[in-house]
Every structure is written in structure tokens, then in C-alpha cells.
């Protein structure tokens, strides 16, 4: 065999002149080299958004697939629709309602993982300078399509209770003020990421009818909302407004993420487009993922496997909890998840997430600074702790660690002052493409 | 269970005056309602471009992947990196080999299909109003994408032996004329999609010496290269050029559709923007589908695989030729492909692909008008037929309806003249988005 030598890598990029404009909001993240460190064995990542997939039946999981390729492998490894496999698009409907969303498999669109929707929405909907309002934080991958379309983010706070309505009020007025109108409001309303909060019941129909008023559609993403710890699934925002929501689901965290299969739903003339869009994109989505998932949910204990997951995840979540309230210094403070995969954590005053994660990873343990999650790279006062991956044990190891390095940046803060703590020069953005890892 | 009635398909879209401008170039194709009717069983489909995968080895396939699922399931559905599996990466610079192409892994970016690959070029190049080169004809799927990102197509005439190096160089110079420099020529030099023919030898380097002088990308699509009927594989324009062609290639055609893996091969700086762009759009390629593949070429007499597929598409091929050599009426003409899976059938004088289509439906055949495979609407005196899906005896009886088809329009050319079977207000552009049947 003998591999080719890679020719240098130092070389000039004789394309620089030729690329398109849009290219400038692809940024590569400076804490991937970071990360390349960060998955060594002896790191404890709480980093990554992998879900814990030992929790799977991997021997029926085999055998299902095994029967799918024996009995029909012809139509499973051949090309199938640009909408996606139509009993497959009936089974989402049956999930969804789950959350209270009565839909039509019409108006299902099955994508390469929700973030190929979000990639599509965002193709017909913004043209370069459009508005397009986010929570602050918001989903590092959303916010990287948003840029690569040269959107304009505006990002609205968020308290315990979710987005704040008069916060997301004044931010539409602000935009009007300009001549503008958000295309649409990108919302993670159940189990945040990076936030690690949820959209209170009362606020939903508040929120709903800010945007119906301004004309604004919702993009509503929802990986998590079956991945709650304590009650039943959340209704979410498309079942009260299946006219003026984008509903985004995946099986990603429900099943697995290998198989790269999501949905959009959305109102009939959207989905026309949409359907367009994603023809023109990929074809057409794996026809082998989408059988292997629709026969895994024809014929396993698909909602059995959610609860495994819940009971996984609580139990990490409250070692993450506790491990937090026993080890932070004073000064720190974070959110309770009530479901999916983060807690979005606050550094005591004069710390900065991003200037520490260096110092944090030679300490061997990684999170995602704050500033990942903000199209202005600001937010670096917080950080986003993953607890779906690492054992209970290791979680604990890793918050240990990380309260080690708050408390020498806290002395090193006491001894020489601010401006040894923060990066010089800090005027890079903060969002640039997701590597897998930070899904 | 019982669905959700479908709301009314007749309301009006709500968003109208919200898509971005890109959309405009996102039209349904007006022959998708026809093929609905051309997928039933009656019609001999001489249309799609869907490889015959009861030539694989399914049980093989079978044991295969229940085995990958048993020994790394939980990493075949984890999540994985944005350039695609390490180790597929470098089985693809062994098959690539096979066309005189000495590449490193690291050059290499796995994709959704071929398909996606072609749309995260365009992507990273493309502003709107930018020029493509493209052959006369080319492949509708490549034509979608140019249009969704607003690039101006100029084609180049082709003749037996591809790509004619005197127009091409003709088309360099009006575009320079104007001001402008395309960006890149899209090329499919093998077994070309629709229209059945190869580059010659002797043209490849003068192709490129054209490209290079004018400071043009060529972008080379290959997806038929193993599929050659007579020869070993052709050389690749990117085996003399790793600076100056991007390379496409697809395990859809040479083992099957329904994994969606394809790739690209870049210079240094392109395939880095590469991959920024495929995380954007997806975050990471299906793992399933990669370690499938991998897994298949480790395991599998893959190169006798593609050998089972070469011998029967050319007996598919044969038998088409000598069907249309019998059936055909004088003033027909067509190409003889030595290999992939198309041949490009030029009409009597007079007769049109596009408007006789309702009637060979009406006749139990189907094929695709020559006017989807033009940017600009041209190209209805020709038709492209397939011949990889149907068997013999279905082509031989396809060809007899079609070559009916053609008697009958030339008898009602001849009595009531050319107006009765031109469509009246012929001005829509051809390209439209590919739905899969037209891979």
C-alpha cells in the first residue's frame, strides 16, 4: 500500500481571491487544536454532546438490521425520496405526538440530522443581511449556519423561565426601528443547549403571540424534548401554531446520531421548499438510515429505550448537581437542568472562560467556553458543562478538576489583577463551525 | 392510530414575501407529476438513473453489517469527524488509485453523496452572478445546485470525443469579455450523465492546459469511472492536475445509492473550506453508512463486485444499441456509450422530447427530455434513455414503444406541420431540482 506524502501544508491557497463572500462567516473554531488534546483518555471531557450510546440493545439493534438487508436490502440501499421514506415520515408523526403536536406525515421532511434542516430553513429564508433573532446562548451549530448565510444575529436573554418576553418585544421593535423584520426566532424552548433551561409553560403562548403579532415565524429545535427527567414530555410551540412554527426533532439523542436522521416540520408552502432545497442538497437522505430507523421503531421498545436514557441521564445530572454544589467556589453559579445533556455554568466575577480553557485542559478536564454560544463573542463569563457521556464517577473527577483551576485563576485574579486573566486582544467572534464534538 | 386529515394543499403561503431571493432558482420540475405516473408498474422506465442493486450480494452485505453492529455499534452511531472516517479515507485513495490518482487521506472529504459535495463547492465559490462552465448538456443535479446559488451557467458544445477544447476556450474568452471569469468548469469526462460519452485521451490535457492558462478550477464529477465496459478505467483529469481539478467521486454507482457517501478531493486551502462548509451543513456524514462502506471494502471482493456490475450493465447497453438500431425511425440518432449508464438520443427533425413526453407515457414509456440537462431551456430535440435498471426484455420492449412514439409524431408532423407538437409558450428554463429518480 504505502500512503502518499501529504504535500505541505504551508503553501498559499492559490483560490484566496476566488471564493465566495459568504465563506468569511466559516470560521474554524480556535479551541479545535484545544479539543484534539481534550479527547486524550486521561482528559475528562465535559465538553461534547455525544449522547451514551452503551445504553443502546446493541445485539437487537443488529439483528434488526440484519432482517431489514435480508428482506429488503435492495430497496434500503437504493435511492428513495428527496421528502423521505413516507412510513418512516408516519412514525415521526406518531412521536411528535408525544409533544402534543398533531401532524400530517405531508408535512414531515426527513433531513441529514436536524442540523441539514437547519442548513435549508436557513437557505430559503435569509438572504445575506436578514435578521434573524436567537437566544442568548444559542446552539453553536445554529449560529454557524446562521453566519455562513451571512445572517445578522440578534440575540435576546434568557432567564430561568426561558427567552424574556419584553427582552424579545424590544428586540423586535429595535430591529423595526432599522427598517428591518426578523426572518424568524430560533428557539430551544425544552432542555436548552447550551442553557440547560426550559421555556416555561406560561410564557409559551406569550412568546407565541409577540411574533404572530410582528409576522415573525418560530424555527422551533427540540433534540431534547423527550430527554425530560421528572414529568411528562413539554407541549411544545408547533402544537398551538402549526401555521407560524418550524418545528425541528431528530433521533439523534432518542437513538443515536450515527444514522444522521432528523425532521423539519413545517406549514404546507415551507415545506414545499424545503423539499426543493434538500433535493438540491444531498438527493436525498439515506434511505439505509431511514429504514434502519424505521424498523428499529417498528419493532423495539422505542419508548422503553427513552426512559433507559432519562434514568441515565438523571443520574448524571444529579452527580454533575451535586458534584457542583459540594466543589465550586463561591462566586460560581449554574443552572438546575430539568432534561437533555448541559449545564451552562457562571464563573465568579473577573474570570473568563475562554482565557481559562487552556489552563483547564493541562489540568485535564475540558468544558466549551461561553463565547461559543454568541454571534458577538461575548459570554465568556460562562461555560457549558456536558454530563450525558462520562460515567458518574468521572463526572465527579472532572468537576473536582475544574474547581481546582476556579479557585488558582481566583487566587492568580487576587495576586496580579484582571489583566492577567483575560485574553489580550479579544476581538475574535465567538460562533464558527460546530465540529461534531460540540453538537 | 388514525392521521391527522391533511390541511387544504390550495391555501396560499403565508411566507411569499419572506424567501430569500436564492429560491427563485428553486423551481419543481413541471415533469414530476408525470414520472408519479411513470413509476407504475405498466410503464417501462427507460428514465431513472438508479443503479440494479439485485446484482449485489445481499446476505454478504447482510453479515457484514449485523458484524459491524455486534463489534463497534456504539461507534458506527456515535457521531464522527466532519472530513469524514479515517480510515474510508484511505480505502477511497485506494479505489482512486485504480484512475491513476495519488492522493493522501487527508485531501480527501467525505460527503452526503456526490451530490452533496457538488453543493458545498458551490457553496464556497459561488456568489451570485458568478459563471459556471458546464458541458451541453449536463447533469440536471449539478444544474439545480448552480441555480440555487445564483451562478450564471454558459455551456460548452460537446461531440463524440466530449468537451470541444475550441469552444471552450471561445466561451473563456466572451465571459472575459464581459468582465468576468467563471469560477470553475464543471466537467463529467467519463461516461458522461446524460449524454453517454467519454473525453477523449487526447482532449484531457488540452482541456486542462485551457483551464490552467485561463486560471479556472475544473471541477470533475466521476461517477461512472469504474463503469467502463471495454478497457481498464480511464486516467482522471485530477491524476495530472492535484493543483488545479477538484475531484468527485461516489460509492452510489459502484456499490449502492442508499448510504449516501461520496466525496471530494481538494487542494490544501479548498478542502479545509470544505470542510468548514460540511459541518455547517450537517455536522458529520452518516458514521453508519462510512463504516458500512469501510467495512464492505475490508471484507468484500468489492473490485470483483464492480466487475458483476460492468458486464451487466453492458449487456443492458448492448441490448439497448441493438434495439434502437432495429426500432428507431431514419433522422434519429444516438451515442454509444462505452460505459455508466446513458445514451443521449437526438430526434428527427422537427419532433420535441419535451412536448411528446405526455404521449410516451400515454404509450408505456419514459425517459428524460433533453431540456432538463440545459440551463436555459434548450435541448428538447434530444431525450435521455437509461438502461441500467430495466432488464433486457424491458428495454428491448421500451425502445419498441418509443420508437412508436416517434412514428406516430412524425406522421402528425407531417400532416398538420410543426406547431401541433412544439409546446406553445415555451419559456421555461430547463433546470429544475433533481428528484432522485433522476440521479
Known amino acids: 500500500m504505502g500512503t502518499v506524502p501529504r504535500r505541505s501544508g504551508m503553501r498559499l491557497d492559490a483560490f484566496l481571491d476566488r471564493y465566495a463572500v459568504r465563506t468569511r462567516g466559516m470560521t474554524a473554531s480556535e479551541i ?5 488534546v481534550a479527547s486524550r483518555p486521561e482528559v475528562v471531557s465535559l465538553a461534547g454532546g455525544m449522547p451514551y450510546l452503551n445504553a443502546l440493545p446493541l445485539d437487537a439493534v443488529g ?42 406525515p405531508d408535512d414531515v421532511v426527513i433531513t441529514v440530522g436536524s442540523q441539514h434542516a437547519l442548513d435549508l430553513i436557513t437557505r430559503i429564508f435569509i ?55 426578523a426572518k424568524f426566532l430560533y ?12 421555556l416555561s409553560v406560561l410564557r409559551r403562548q406569550e412568546v407565541l403571540e409577540i411574533c404572530q403579532r410582528a409576522g415573525i415565524l418560530v424555527l422551533e429545535d427540540n433534540p431534547y ?8 414530555p413539554i407541549r411544545v410551540l408547533r402544537a398551538d401554531d402549526p401555521e407560524g412554527v418550524i418545528y425541528l426533532g431528530s433521533f439523534s ?16 408552502g415551507v415545506q414545499k421548499k424545503l423539499v426543493l432545497a434538500a433535493e438540491a442538497s444531498v438527493l436525498c437522505p439515506p434511505m439505509f438510515s431511514q429504514l434502519a430507523i424505521s424498523t428499529y421503531l417498528a419493532s423495539q421498545p422505542w419508548q422503553v429505550q427513552i426512559k433507559t436514557y432519562r434514568e441515565l441521564y438523571r443520574e448524571r445530572r444529579n ?31 473577573g474570570l473568563d472562560a475562554k482565557a481559562m480553557l487552556p489552563r483547564a485542559v493541562a489540568a485535564r478536564v475540558a468544558y466549551v467556553p461561553g463565547n461559543a454560544f454568541f454571534a458577538n463573542g461575548s459570554g465568556s463569563s460562562s461555560l457549558r458543562l456536558s454530563y450525558c457521556y462520562p460515567p ?17 485563576e481566583q487566587e492568580l485574579l487576587a495576586t496580579f489583577g484582571p489583566g492577567e486573566l483575560r485574553p489580550t486582544g479579544n476581538n475574535s467572534s465567538g460562533a464558527s463551525t460546530p465540529f461534531p464534538d460540540l453538537a
Chains 1, 2 share one sequence.
Not at 79 to 85: A, E, T, V
Not at 225 to 232: H, K, N, V
Request: charged share 20%; aromatic share 8%; with cysteine.
Open 253 to 268: 439523542k432518542t437513538f443515536a446520531p450515527g444514522f444522521r436522521v432528523g425532521w423539519a416540520v413545517a406549514p404546507h
Open 63 to 104: 439483528s434488526v438490521i440484519a432482517k431489514l438487508i435480508r428482506e429488503r436490502g435492495a430497496v434500503a440501499m437504493q435511492y428513495g425520496s428527496g421528502q423521505g421514506d413516507p412510513t418512516l415520515r408516519e412514525q415521526i408523526c406518531e412521536v411528535m405526538r408525544l409533544e402534543g403536536i398533531a401532524a400530517h
Open 32 to 36: 479545535r487544536a484545544l479539543f484534539a
Open 127 to 181: 438572504d445575506p443581511g436578514d435578521v434573524v433573532i436567537a437566544e442568548a446562548p444559542s446552539y453553536v451549530g445554529a449560529l454557524s449556519v446562521f453566519a455562513s448565510y451571512q445572517a445578522e444575529v440578534v440575540h435576546v436573554s434568557m432567564d430561568d423561565c426561558g427567552i424574556v418576553p419584553e427582552q424579545l418585544s424590544d428586540a423586535i421593535k429595535a430591529i423595526s426601528l432599522v427598517g428591518k423584520r
Open 225 to 232: 424534548g423527550l430527554l425530560g427527567f421528572d414529568a411528562d
Open 319 to 349: 452527580t454533575m448537581l451535586t458534584a457542583l454544589g459540594e466543589k465550586m467556589p463561591s462566586g460560581a453559579t449554574w443552572t438546575k437542568p430539568g432534561g437533555g445533556f448541559y449545564v451552562w455554568l457562571t464563573l465568579p466575577a
Open 187 to 198: 428557539t430551544v424552548p425544552n432542555f436548552h443547549n447550551p442553557a440547560g433551561i426550559s
Open 392 to 408: 458518574p464517577d468521572r463526572i465527579r473527577e472532572g468537576v473536582r478538576r475544574l474547581a481546582a483551576v476556579l479557585e488558582e
